[in-house]
């Protein structure tokens, strides 16, 4: 539950950096939701097609692994994609059971456009900091996500 708006947060929260984090991720992820949406997208996609573009083609299984995306909803967002043409799926020629998935040239440019709105996303969730405290925040969440993760 958020609290009420114009409602008085208790200090014990407002100084601890779990609450920060989780209502600021809440905020993040509502602007995100909002901005891809109005591009019939969702962070699923974007992850995918940005997996694809970095890496260059991959297996279902592998894309799910190194997005974080669970191996059910991979294979849905896929359809998704692939429907749009914005990936191909083809069966994988060492492992027949296997599929490869590749970005096409369509897949290309939706994830430069998806990623113009993400840029806007991000210049309005951080809209109070300055340039140097957007960089400073990057790299201490970085730091504790990576810390987390094992990396």
Known sequence: MEPTPGAATPARLRTTPSWLLTQTAAHAARLVAEGLGALDARGYHYRLLAALDEFGPASQADLG?????????????????????????SPDPADRRRNVITLTTAGRRELHRMGDTLDRVQDTLLAPLSPSERDELNRLLTAVLDHHSGR
């Open 65 to 89: 692994r190194r997005c974080g995306v669970d191996r059910s909803d991979v294979v849905a967002v896929l359809n998704e994609l692939a429907a749009k043409n914005l990936v191909r799926r």
